[in-house]
């Protein structure tokens, strides 16, 4: 029957509650009387889900190297339990790795993987980038689901070396396979990987190699098998399903016996850029005086070269870093192999009228604006410690510290307090590269076998081809480039209309000298910081001594001796790592 209801006197918000509520009733018998009929016509079923047995599949241990733009991501880790506006990278290789069934996490699905959750996958990192920086050569070690046919032995296969290979995590285990609830990542008994002679070889100075019966006829097959051509094409496959700006770019099918992404990593490249002119410089006759012998915008490489070297050898930097006093951190020496700042090319195109006479430096600086880099080598880095670094050599490159200042702030003793400081902004940092030498190379040459995207013969698409790796880095590339070209054609616009620069006037009454001065920290405008009050003038922090010991008594020990000797375990947390293993 028709509805008789007469809406004439309604409200336009009730008309409107009444249109939604007939439009869900009509929905409703639309689905209950045609959808049953459109499924008796479909003669296809919906296929159920296969059901995917991971003890049929061998797994091994390898290396990922991977690239990352950071900018729109909250760092590398992913802490369990803390939300963060943006993801983490760990969460993107976490949710393709389940996708793609390279891994069997407990309790999870390939469609949802639930938390984040790395045990039984024998998982490593080597680099803890924080939120928005880059890596270019970050490395993981994982285990993962191989191609390679199970063995059908049913004794063990290793000889006399069995009990050395248990010891480093390499030995065969059947806890995978016998509990459907274990994490199924895990070795395979009596099952075959290649694994590369040890970093650390007086680890097994006494004990030997695993040694492998060559005339067990029952594993031929799997010895026929080719460990890189007959294998999952891992980043191939990894890069369809991860973000266009988290690449894998190379594999180690083989890492050494002791291999840890982390503790094997004896060597950390980092690259912080940044143009010159730092930002946006004034006109000369525009300016209200200033506070330095440096025109304003522009650094000098020169002196910021020279700070850098002294950066190198083996150093205290508490000064030059974040405490972070729930590690309760008592050694800060780290040793820095290089530290220079470096030209990348010229980058001038559009922006070439930097180079006028109205806004260069005296002398002037040709093909402006130019772009560097602080390249910076070391065993590892502390908490924020390269962003420390990069913002005093920026307060020399402005002129508004010596070079000098660098060996006051690495003398702890006479300084072991740090001054109050801001360090240097995030999106241009960089880890370039990951290195894993043996302990007896002086040179520290990556000693890993590294398989780039590509390089497999009859694979050379996966690099150049169509949705290749260096199509989608393109398509990353193209829109930022475009971007960058855009706001710079604007810029160069702008500056050519109007009158020209000397007849250009300014009506601010500030007396010369006295104006806010601008500092740079790497971001895209400088701070207005007022008048500039030198580092080793600033207020101080506490000593490191101090901040672990009230972390210690707020946490309720009685001092942070105390928390050392028993605190860690009723904490549930690790106690500081060695040297060399902290990072960024």
């Known amino acids: 029957m028709a509805d008789k209801t007469d809406y004439s006197a309604w409200s336009q918000e009730n008309l409107i509650q009444r249109v939604t509520q007939l439009e869900k009733e009509l929905h409703s018998k639309y689905k209950s009387t045609l959808l049953p009929t459109s499924v008796e016509k479909s003669s296809k079923k919906a296929r159920p889900e296969k059901t995917f047995d991971p003890s049929k599949y061998s797994t091994r241990l390898i290396a990922l190297k991977f690239a990352y733009l950071g900018k ?3 760092g590398f880790e992913y802490h369990a339990g803390h939300e963060t506006p943006l993801p983490t990278i760990e969460e993107e290789l976490w949710k393709a790795f389940n996708k793609a069934r390279l891994i069997f996490p407990k309790g999870s699905s390939p469609l949802d993987p639930g938390e984040v959750n790395w045990e039984g996958c024998e998982y490593s990192k080597c680099g803890r980038t924080d939120k928005g920086v ?3 050569g970050q490395v993981i070690g994982i285990r993962v689901r191989s191609n390679r046919p199970l063995g059908k032995h049913k004794e063990s296969v290793l000889g006399d070396g069995e009990e050395t290979a248990g010891k480093l995590e390499h030995a065969s285990s059947a806890e995978a396979i016998s509990d459907p609830e274990a994490f199924n990542t895990l070795p395979r008994e009596h099952a075959m990987e290649l694994a590369s002679p040890p970093l650390q070889p007086t680890r097994l100075e006494e004990d030997g190699f695993p040694q492998l019966d060559s005339d067990e006829s029952d594993i031929e097959e799997t010895l026929n098998f080719d460990p890189i051509t007959d294998e999952i094409q891992y980043a191939t496959l990894l890069n369809r399903l991860l973000p266009p700006d988290i690449r894998i770019l190379a594999w180690c099918p083989a890492p050494p016996l002791d291999f840890s992404a982390r503790f094997s990593c004896r060597e950390r490249r980092y690259r912080y850029f940044f143009t010159q002119p730092a930002f946006n410089p004034t006109p000369h006759n525009l300016e209200q005086g200033t506070t330095t012998r440096i025109k304003d915008g522009w650094l000098d490489i020169d002196a910021m070269k020279e700070a850098a070297k002294l950066f190198e050898g083996l150093h205290d930097f508490r000064n030059f870093c974040k405490v972070d006093s729930s590690k309760q951190i008592e050694n800060f020496e780290r040793r820095i192999f290089h530290a220079d700042i470096v030209e990348v090319e010229d980058q001038s195109g559009e922006m070439a009228f ?32 390269v962003r420390c670094m990069v913002s005093v050599l920026f307060l020399v490159g402005q002129g508004l510290e010596a070079p000098s200042i660098i060996s006051e702030l690495l003398d702890v003793k006479k300084n072991p307090r740090r001054p ?3 360090m240097a902004t995030d999106t241009p940092l960089v880890l370039w590269d990951c290195i894993f030498p043996s302990e007896d190379d002086a040179e520290r ?36 480039k475009i971007d960058e070209m855009l706001a710079g054609s604007l810029m160069g616009v702008v500056a050519k209309q109007g009158l020209p620069i000397p007849l250009l006037s300014s009506n601010v009454t500030e007396r010369r000298g006295v104006r806010s001065q601008k500092v740079f920290d790497g971001g895209n405008v400088p701070r207005l910081q007022g008048r500039y009050t030198p580092v080793m003038k600033k207020p101080r922090l506490e000593t490191v001594e101090a901040i672990n010991e009230k972390y210690a008594i707020k946490k309720g020990f009685e001092s942070a001796e105390d928390l050392k000797i028993q605190g860690f375990r009723r904490l549930n947390l690790k106690p500081q790592p060695p040297i060399d293993t902290l990072d960024e």
């Open 72 to 74: 729109k991501y909250n």
């Open 134 to 136: 880059s890596a270019f």
């Open 420 to 422: 109050l400081y801001e």
């Open 354 to 385: 930097m180079n006028g006479p109205d806004l260069a430096p005296t002398p002037p600086i040709t093909g402006s604006p130019k772009v560097y880099t602080f390249d910076l080598h070391g065993s590892a880095f502390l908490w924020h410690q």
């Open 445 to 480: 040459k990556d000693a890993l076998v590294w398989h780039y995207v590509g390089d497999q013969p009859g694979f050379g698409d996966t690099k150049y081809g169509t949705q290749g790796l260096m199509d989608n880095l393109w398509e990353v590339w193209k829109e930022r």
